[in-house]
Each structure stands twice: as structure tokens, then as C-alpha cells.
Antibody, heavy 122, light 107 residues
């Protein structure tokens, strides 16, 4: 059974760096073709794709956010970590991690975490 | 980046009505398009993948069609439990992009 769970601070101050951890089970990121992605959703707004990491440690980022994002994995712990620097109020959102079905990211998101709401406020 | 234009942004229909949502890509994405359903306070749930394939466990009243730049998502007979926001998403090219969503309500 595949599960993903996001963890991290619920509140961060402007200019701080956000670090979120996705802990998953039911699959391995060392399996050829496997990928995990981060997606966020500001309150009442649409989904926004942020980043993806694959089994081969290739990393891909949102065009508009790539200077602020870093994605990494710890295969032994079944974890994917997302950091976002210089947080601002517009980054207030629910952040989801998700697994991609299909080789090397060419497929749908078939499993999502429950999401974690991050509020940026002083 | 590929832009995904989804319409309408919201709709209201009666139980039993046929509901259609469209999604247009800014360039050819072949059939690399997925549809998700999101209920309030919940994570999205895959409904249709590769433009027209019904995800396992999803009721057959949901369907998808299209290729290239124009795609359609249809609920053949709207049910109360279908009240949600629906999103299209392309995965032809990274960065992936989502449509702006369509909120479906009961009239």
C-alpha cells in the first residue's frame, strides 16, 4: 500500500527558509523510473507544480521558482525533502508530495499525501 | 512553459445532467493529459489519465477525450458526490502545468 505524508512547520516568517519532508512507503525511489513530486495550492486557488526528483537523482523545478527551490532524496529513509528560500506571504499554501506512476515522470500522479498547510506570517 | 486553459471556471448543473469541461494546451501535448477531482479539504484524486483512460475504481460516468491541444472531460450523469473542483494537467513537458480548475456545483 502506497502512502505519503508531508511534515514541516505550519508557520514560517517572511524571508525564512521552509524545509518540508515527504516520508513515503509502499515503493522505493531506488526503483528504476520512479519519481516523486511536490505540488502546492494557495487557499482557494489552483494547483501549482513545484519540483520533481527521480530514481536517478535528476531534479526538475518550476520555471518561476527554480532559484528558490531545492529537492533532494534520502533513499534509505524513504524521504524526499523540499526547501524553499526567502518565503513570502504569497507562498502560503497547502504543500503536497505525490508519487508519479509511469517511467521517469511520464505518467499521472496516482498517490498524494494529505498535504500540509504552511502559513507565512510575521 | 505550456499553458493550460480550462473552462468554464465554474458551473452549476442538476443531478442527472451531462457536464462537460474543456482544457486547451498552448502547444501540442499529444495525449499526455490527466484529470483530477478535488473535494474541499482533500488531496486531488486521479480520474482520467492519458486523456481518455479511466482510472481504476472511478465510476464509468466519467470520461475523457481529445489529443493535441484540445481535451474534454465529461460526467455523463451528474451525481451529488461529484461536487468538486476538477483540474487538467499536462505532462508532455516539464515543468508540468495544471489548468485553473472548474468548480462543479449542484443547481
Amino acid at each position: 500500500q502506497v502512502t505519503l505524508r508531508e511534515s514541516g512547520p505550519a508557520l514560517v516568517k517572511p524571508t525564512q527558509t521552509l524545509t518540508l519532508t515527504c516520508t513515503f512507503s509502499g515503493f522505493s525511489l531506488s526503483t528504476s523510473g520512479m519519481c516523486v513530486s511536490w505540488i502546492r495550492q494557495p487557499p482557494g486557488k489552483a494547483l501549482e507544480w513545484l519540483a520533481l526528483i527521480d530514481w536517478d537523482d535528476d531534479k526538475y523545478y518550476s520555471t518561476s521558482l527554480k532559484t528558490r527551490l531545492t529537492i533532494s532524496k534520502d533513499t534509505s529513509k524513504n524521504q524526499v525533502v523540499l526547501t524553499m528560500t526567502n518565503m513570502d506571504s504569497v507562498d502560503t499554501a497547502t504543500y503536497y508530495c505525490a508519487r508519479i506512476r509511469g517511467y521517469s515522470g511520464y505518467g499521472p500522479i496516482d498517490y498524494w499525501g494529505q498535504g500540509t498547510l504552511v502559513t507565512v506570517s510575521s | 512553459d505550456i499553458q493550460m486553459t480550462q473552462s468554464p471556471s465554474s458551473l452549476s448543473a442538476s443531478v442527472g445532467d451531462r457536464v462537460t469541461i474543456t482544457c486547451q494546451a498552448s502547444q501540442d501535448i499529444s495525449n499526455y493529459l490527466n484529470w483530477y477531482q478535488q473535494k474541499p479539504g482533500k488531496a486531488p484524486k486521479l480520474q482520467i489519465y492519458d486523456a481518455s483512460n479511466l482510472e481504476t475504481g472511478v465510476p464509468s460516468r466519467f470520461s475523457g477525450s481529445g489529443s493535441g491541444t484540445d481535451f474534454t472531460f465529461t460526467i455523463s450523469s451528474l451525481q451529488p458526490e461529484d461536487i468538486a473542483t476538477y483540474y487538467c494537467q499536462q505532462y508532455d513537458n516539464l515543468p508540468w502545468t495544471f489548468g485553473q480548475g472548474t468548480k462543479v456545483e449542484i443547481k
